[in-house]
């Protein structure tokens, strides 16, 4: 059974840090590219980063590039998203998904980790 299970959401302020992470289990990790995906208080799902089954590519909405990264470890089979000067509209929750092969979509979501960015 494929499982993610998000982790390091919280209250932060603006301007500060946080390290999301994922867990997967249930299927070999490091065949599949990972994304994370966010949704916002009252709004749809947004694409925030993606990244190759190996780490050597990766990928960012326009609104994350140089504030997030995001990363994997193959050996721990964990995925991460390293946030930096956030805003407020960072406030969202935070899904991990496993891609499907070839590209084209994601089919496991975990059930997300809430960031809440605040004063």
């Known amino acids: 059974e494929v499982q993610l299970v998000e982790s390091g959401g919280g209250l932060v302020q603006p301007g500060g840090s946080l390290r999301l992470s994922c867990a997967a289990s249930g299927f070999t990790f490091d065949d599949y590219a990972m994304s994370w995906v966010r949704q916002a208080p009252g709004k749809g799902l947004e694409w925030v980063s993606a990244i190759s089954w190996n780490g050597g590519s990766t990928y960012y909405a326009e609104s994350m590039k140089g504030r997030f990264t995001i990363s994997r470890d193959n050996d721990k089979n964990t995925l991460y998203l390293q946030m930096n000067s956030l805003k407020s509209e960072d406030t969202a929750v935070y899904y991990c998904?496993?891609?499907?092969?070839?590209?084209?979509?994601?089919?496991?979501w975990g059930k997300g980790t809430l960031v809440t960015v605040s004063s």
């Open positions: 998904a496993k891609e499907v092969a070839g590209g084209g979509g994601m089919d496991y």
